[in-house]
């Protein structure tokens, strides 16, 4: 620490060039704290899928329904602790265009589907008025946020898929519960409500649903479970595909692209970028310094202690720029999705912010090596004479 004046007045001598090197590292910090989240959010189902829930689906396709019937048969299979349902509704709020834009809407059996994701915490005095009404549903606190939403509103929803027998395509809802996620990670953005409601008053479609739910008691047994749901509507009009959670999650980011591989290609990039911008910085600052280092080590500096001061100065710069990018980055992304609600979950996980740090380290190490190997080894007589 008693060298630290020393090392903030070598800093301070170009102040505009450091200054701009400072914020070059704090803008890819930035940046490198957003793609973070941002990768978060394409894989958000991936990462907090269950390892004991498994889909059934369709085997042509997602979109195409299952009959109501065959709950009651996937309830049978040895290994197979709970099974719900849920459904695509597709219904828009307000705006056409942008309502229920990213909002995963759907009519389940809401005791099962609860005890289902037991990540979604919600209130038990919520939960009871749920459950009760026919016309209830509840949403993730960030849907609510987004629209404003408090318990007890009364929400319209105009259906672009199904009707009720009546024609009517508006739909409506008693808003009993908002929920929240156990962990940063859980989606937190659904609007639930009953199917035995829907069901009797759509226009058509009675008694399918879109896709089975199945929690069992050994996630080992993964592959001969799923295989025995299937085998039971083999031959039939209505065959099935039985996956994990997270297979499912996944291949729906997959039709997207690996969003994860192509931002840590940005991110190899930029660091890469940063690593020329930064080390040329401190190759300069040496150079100019060169008589200077050469006064120190006529006073008594020993190698190892120029060798230190040097990746003290390029340490320092990193931190101070790296540091700075990291919490403006994460302030901004507490702040909210940039989207307005797009995204189901926006935040830098922890690993990140940490790798984070470990990179600003690395950095003013890298940057500063071969600037400090070269002040390391200059002779006193060889710096008096450039000087």
Do not use: C
Not at 311 to 340: Q, R
């Amino acid at each position: 620490m008693r060298f630290l004046p020393l090392v903030w007045a070598n800093l301070k001598r170009k102040k505009a060039r450091t200054l701009f090197t400072l914020l070059s590292i704090l803008i890819a910090f930035l940046l490198y704290a957003y793609l973070g989240a941002v990768r978060v959010a394409f894989r958000a189902g991936v990462d907090v899928a269950g390892a004991d829930r498994l889909f059934t689906t369709h085997k042509t396709s997602i979109i195409q329904p299952l009959p109501i019937a065959y709950l009651e048969r996937i309830a049978q299979v040895p290994g197979v602790e709970l099974v719900t349902h849920a459904s695509w509704f597709g219904g828009i709020y307000q705006n056409p265009n942008t309502g229920f834009q990213g909002v995963f809407q759907s009519p389940v059996d809401p005791e099962k589907y609860l005890e289902m994701y037991p990540e979604f915490r919600l209130p038990e005095e919520q939960k009871r008025a749920f459950l009760a009404d026919r016309e209830g549903a509840i949403v993730g606190r960030k849907t609510a946020e987004r629209y404003g939403w408090k318990v007890g509103d009364r929400i319209p929803v105009q259906g672009t898929i199904w009707r009720k027998k009546d024609g009517s395509r508006t739909w409506e809802f008693n808003l009993h519960g908002i929920y929240d996620g156990a962990e940063a990670g859980t989606d937190t953005t659904q609007f639930l409500f009953h199917y035995d409601y829907f069901d009797e008053a759509r226009q058509f479609g009675q008694g399918i649903v879109g896709w089975y739910v199945v929690r069992i008691a050994d996630p080992q047994a993964t592959a001969a479970i799923s295989s025995a749901i299937d085998a039971l509507f083999e031959n039939s009009p209505n065959e099935t595909k039985t996956v994990t959670e997270k297979a499912l999650a996944q291949s729906f980011a997959d039709q997207i692209g690996d969003v994860g591989s192509i931002i840590t290609w940005v991110v190899a990039a930029v660091f890469f970028t940063l690593l020329l911008v930064a080390g040329n910085t401190m190759a300069q600052s040496v150079r100019e310094r060169t008589s200077e280092l050469g006064v120190l080590k006529t006073l008594g500096f020993q190698p190892g202690t120029v060798l230190g001061l040097v990746l003290a100065e390029s340490s320092l710069l990193a931190i101070l720029g790296g540091g700075l990018g990291l919490a403006l980055g994460g302030l901004l992304i507490a702040s909210g999705d940039p989207t307005g609600g797009f995204l189901p979950v926006f935040y830098l996980p922890g690993r990140d912010a940490i790798l984070g740090a470990l990179l600003v380290l690395a950095l003013g190490l890298v940057t500063g090596i071969l600037p400090a190997l070269r002040a390391m080894r200059l002779e006193i007589v060889e710096a008096l004479r450039r000087s």
